[in-house]
């Protein structure tokens, strides 16, 4: 069972900086990636941000600049630093995990951006 729990999310202004967490547990092996996506009122799922095994990062156009994600490989644990927030960012945002090909996914956490 691999299980993905995620914190960090909540209210903030825009303009304002949150840093999500997400952890994993149990049968961790051949990672393939971690990530967060995230889902936005009345919109599709997209990607947010993504950190391969081999460290390399990719973000989404309307993030670049602003988030960062990282990884504690030890800990299992990703991270994203959300800055200079928007309005726009509010959604429920969702830790992924690929294990050589299977995806795992937490429950989300909401973050509201206020203008």
């Known amino acids: 069972q691999v299980q993905l729990v995620e914190s960090g999310g909540g209210l903030v202004q825009a303009g304002g900086s949150l840093r999500l967490s997400c952890a994993a547990s149990?049968?961790?092996?051949?990672?393939?990636?971690m990530g967060w996506y995230r889902q936005g009122p009345g919109k599709q799922r997209e990607l947010a941000a993504i950190i391969t095994s081999a460290s390399s990062a990719h973000y989404a156009a309307s993030v670049t600049g602003r988030f960062t994600i990282s990884r504690d490989n030890a800990k299992n644990t990703v991270y994203l630093q959300m800055n200079s927030l928007k309005p726009e960012d509010t959604a429920v945002y969702y830790c992924?995990?690929?294990?050589?090909?299977?995806?795992?996914w937490g429950r989300g956490a909401q973050v509201t951006v206020s203008s």
């Open positions: 149990g049968s961790i092996f051949s990672i393939v990636s």
């Open positions: 992924n995990l690929n294990l050589a090909g299977k995806h795992y």
